[in-house]
């Protein structure tokens, strides 16, 4: 398995690509098909994420939040109209970075599950 399995990742970007990369080298290959497997699954798309924030000026806030395992984040969302649309901008605006976090997250989780196999 090479490489480039992970930059057939839908809207990965050059910075989660070089960390994959980094996190899986010591993996052989059956680990780093495990790992992109188990990886894949759990990834939120930045672009699933700006969408389902963007929800929040038509419809219920804090969605986005709910899909990134925040629960008290969205029900606060939810519950205070998404800050006053403040909070719904604003990460309107920082999805990237959000789903980034996200992502990063889920890769530690399904690198330490790879390691324990």
Not at 22 to 45: H, M, N, P, S, V
Not at 65 to 87: A, E, S, V, Y
Request: aromatic fraction near 16%.
């Amino acid at each position: 398995m090479n490489d480039f399995y992970f930059a057939m990742l839908p809207g990965i970007d050059h910075e989660e690509l070089i960390w994959l990369e980094e996190l899986t080298k010591k993996f052989d290959a059956e680990g780093r098909k495990k790992f992109l497997y188990l990886y894949q699954g759990r990834r939120k798309d930045p672009q699933t994420v700006l969408l389902t924030c963007l929800i929040g000026f038509i419809g219920p806030n804090g969605i986005h939040r709910f899909m990134m395992d925040q629960i008290l984040m969205g029900l606060l969302f939810l519950f205070t109209f998404g800050f006053c649309l403040i909070g719904t901008i604003i990460d309107a605006v920082n999805y990237r970075k959000l789903t980034w976090e996200y992502n990063k997250q889920v890769s530690l989780e399904v690198a330490a599950m790879i390691g324990k196999f």
